[in-house]
């Protein structure tokens, strides 16, 4: 592997920036179907909590949560976000004063989704929020924070009860929109058929689908980075980029998800949503304005410019792979086949690293490499573009090894952007010798050091972003279709001839042999990130 450590490091003096003036949510009621569970706990009620205490909500917004236990009240849904405040690693303490705001707009109503006379019941708790409100500002947001098996019957439950009437056009009040967490079917046909339900009941600018990856700065900032910089976006293309390497690696195993996971596997969990995003925004052509159908019509013409895998190709172009018992943090982990929930003898890939084509003019040619899984080295998420190297090397031998320049848009963890570029080593030669010797350095910008500690978490962006109605950040139906129509056939395949031996990589490890070898066919070799 290539590692991305620098001989040389340099920082730039970049001042720090206040944070960037973001708009103002409408008045709205947030109903969150699954209110109780982990999603709800870990990440939806910090950015609430985050929302108000930048001041971004409206002061009549309200959340209602929604869950099956029937000893639960007001009172005690308070004392359960709560705890969930004060235990988040997504904010730095509980401010009382805050809480005693939020606490009041917290109301719990307990229901059985599956049921259609009970939506009665959340409908009536609705209208005592609402009461009294004018009718532009009873703006409602439902978030099925709630497994995927489970969304059918809610939309359609929602739709019947009258709660989220359908509306025309984007600008209509009061506005209604749901959202939807991933995975938005586990199929082509699953997706095509949660598409034609949703859609026969609320209206494309009523429907967020949601992939938490869009509301991380970095991701953000891809677009940024390549239309508003001159430097970039001539070089952004199959003359001078050799390849492209999409990295979303968890140190962490399946946990206590060993039963979605038998279901899933890396390929559903990670490729079908995350990477083929992050593959759209690196690969994408300039959208004619920054508008969210702009931006995702180029998003769509990149997924459906992916060169099909088929039965006779797969196996050139793939590499799927288990984890076994490893070390990691100084404490040995189990494998995945000893994982709770999890078969004996199953071949689930937990791990899978990918070589995929763009078939159009701009990128023709040109291997994007995507790798994921779990138990990795390190948790870290990273796009690397790495650049043609000079036709004529005309330093000779004795000035080392001369790597590629690589920028690297880090995701995840301490999001940033590093430039890899070679330069001269002091008094090494006293001109521009044969003898002199080069070595490879990095420019570092960092999103903490430049600004501060003020990139919002991904759902607080994304949150209010729904609120806003801006929907750049979400998956369109036709997006979600064309990525399923790349992962397909590589899933029917995987499902339909297991393999004979399973490769497997250690925990701890940055995954199997044979990932190595299919990247070194091309004469490269995978970065080691460092997060």
Not at 156 to 166: D, E, I, Y
Request: glycine share 6%; proline share 7%; with cysteine.
């Amino acid at each position: 592997m290539s590692g991305g450590g620098p001989v040389i490091s340099a920082r730039p003096t970049t001042a720090v920036h206040p944070p960037a003036k973001r708009d103002r949510a409408d008045p709205c009621t947030m109903v969150i179907f699954g209110a109780l569970g982990d999603l709800s706990r870990r990440k939806l009620m910090p950015a609430i909590y985050q929302l108000m205490k930048e001041h971004l909500v409206d002061e009549r917004f309200c959340v209602l949560g929604v869950g099956r236990d029937e000893t639960m009240t007001d009172d005690s849904f308070r004392a359960e976000m709560h705890k969930a405040l004060t235990t988040s690693d997504e904010i730095r303490g509980v401010d009382k004063e805050l809480w005693d705001a939020l606490c009041k707009r917290l109301a719990f109503v307990s229901a059985d989704l599956s049921k259609p006379e009970d939506y009665s019941l959340v409908g009536q708790r609705l209208a005592d929020i609402e009461r009294g409100r004018p009718r532009e500002e009873c703006n409602r947001l439902f978030y099925l924070a709630v497994p995927p098996s489970v969304f059918e019957p809610i939309v359609t439950n929602l739709a019947k009860s009258g709660l989220a009437p359908r509306t025309r056009t984007p600008d209509e009040r009061p506005w209604v929109r749901i959202v939807i967490e991933k995975p938005f079917g586990r199929s082509l046909e699953s997706a095509q058929h949660l598409n034609d339900l949703v859609l026969g009941l609320f209206a494309e600018h009523q429907t967020y689908r949601i992939d938490h990856y869009l509301g991380k700065e970095t991701v953000q900032n891809l677009l940024v980075l390549r239309f508003a910089n001159s430097i970039f976006e001539p070089l952004w293309n199959r003359q001078w980029v050799h390849h492209v390497q999409i990295t979303a690696a968890e140190n962490v195993g399946v946990e206590e998800r060993g039963k979605y996971y038998e279901e899933a596997g890396v390929v559903r969990d990670m490729f079908q949503n995350h990477l083929l995003q992050l593959l759209s925004l690196t690969a994408m052509e300039p959208p004619p304005q920054m508008s969210a159908n702009a931006v995702r019509d180029e998003k769509v013409k990149v997924l459906k410019s992916i060169r099909w895998l088929t039965p006779e190709t797969i196996n050139e172009n793939t590499v799927r792979a288990q984890y076994t018992g490893g070390v990691i943090g100084g404490k040995h982990v189990h494998g995945y086949t000893e994982e709770p929930d999890v078969d004996p003898d199953s071949s689930i890939p937990t791990f899978a690293a990918v070589r995929l084509f763009i078939d159009n003019w701009r990128w023709n040619g040109v291997p994007f490499y995507l790798r994921s899984g779990k138990r990795l080295k390190n948790r870290v998420s990273e796009i690397a573009v790495q650049f043609r190297t000079p036709p004529h090397l005309m330093f000779g031998e004795t000035s080392g090894t001369m790597r590629p320049n690589t920028l690297v848009l880090r995701v995840q963890p301490n999001e940033g952007i590093s430039l890899n570029f070679e330069v001269k080593v002091p008094g090494a030669a006293v001109a521009l010798t044969s003898n002199v010797e080069i070595a490879p350095v990095d420019m570092e910008f960092n999103y903490a050091e430049a600004f501060g500690e003020v990139a919002a978490p991904a759902y607080e962006t994304l949150l209010l972003d729904v609120m806003i109605g801006e929907a750049t950040l979400f998956t369109r139906s036709d997006e979600v279709e064309a990525a399923w129509r790349v992962v397909d056939p590589l899933l029917r395949y995987w499902e339909g001839n297991k393999p004979k031996r399973m490769p497997t990589y250690a925990a701890g490890s940055w995954g199997p042999r044979e990932a190595d070898e299919l990247i070194e066919q091309d004469g490269v070799e995978w970065r080691e990130p460092t997060g």
